[in-house]
């Protein structure tokens, strides 16, 4: 009972709340403004109390150095869950190139967990995802990222930014969303450019046939028929972008640990 009362614990639970609670507000799924904020703060001191029983505590006194330790927690939950938003979009991104050349740009919807546009394919690329990651128990693996973190990344230590592997993390994690964004776009874009091509042929040789009139319709039949058979190897993509993900987060935490 004294130890749930003890003051010198006080700073070591707050900068492991800080850290979960930060994670929580930038991390796929949990960050949905959907979801109560309340039950954010509430899972986020849950996690963190039994954290703080969990792993191997130092005492930290009430300085200075405490704030600057308090704005580290907060900068390394806030990266964590802003490296796995970054993966993610690839799927909007996707989506958006699918939408542009379907004739879906015009119609966005609004993304619950940004309150931003985005493009209806993507948005339904992003929803199917996200129920893909619930059904493997990717939520665990995510909770288990900011648990494991501080293995790499201890409560009293503070991060070199002198590293250049920051920036080679951040042009890898690019690179990799657009790549696998292009890998999800172009069977449907190819045929898109292919119906394209057949259109710009019929309007050269049937002058008398509006294509634009024929042409919007064609391009949504042609998508969706696309879209139906594509949908076993997009669950396939999906589980590499969720593999790229979790491999981005722990080389991340090897970076904030000065790996």
Known sequence: M???????????????????????????????????THF???????????????LDIPELPFDETFILLLLKEALVGLLLGLIAY??????????????????FAIANVIDPQTGAQSPLIGQYFYTIALLFILAVNGHHLLIDGIFYSYQTVPIDDFISFGNEGFSELAVQAFNEM?????????????????????????A?????????????PLKILVSF?????????????VRNLFDVLLQTMRQLMELFGGA
Do not use: E, H
């Open 86 to 103: 970054i993966i993610l979009a690839a799927l909007q991104i996707a989506g958006g190139f699918i939408d542009f050349q379907m004739g």
């Open 40 to 54: 954010k703060i509430g899972i986020s001191f849950f996690l963190s109390w039994i954290m703080f029983y969990t």
């Open 204 to 216: 050269r040789t049937v002058p008398q046939l509006n294509v634009f009139v024929v042409g919007l």
């Open 225 to 237: 028929i696309v879209l139906l058979p594509f949908l076993t190897f997009y669950m396939m993509l």
């Open 2 to 36: 004294l130890d749930l009362i003890n003051l010198s614990s006080i700073p070591a639970f707050m900068l492991i709340f800080v850290r979960v609670a930060s994670f929580f507000v930038t991390i796929p799924i949990f960050s949905y403004r959907n979801i109560p």
């Open 178 to 202: 657009f790549l696998i964004a292009f890998q999800i776009a172009i069977p449907v874009v190819g045929c898109l450019f292919l119906v394209d091509v057949a259109l710009g042929i019929i």
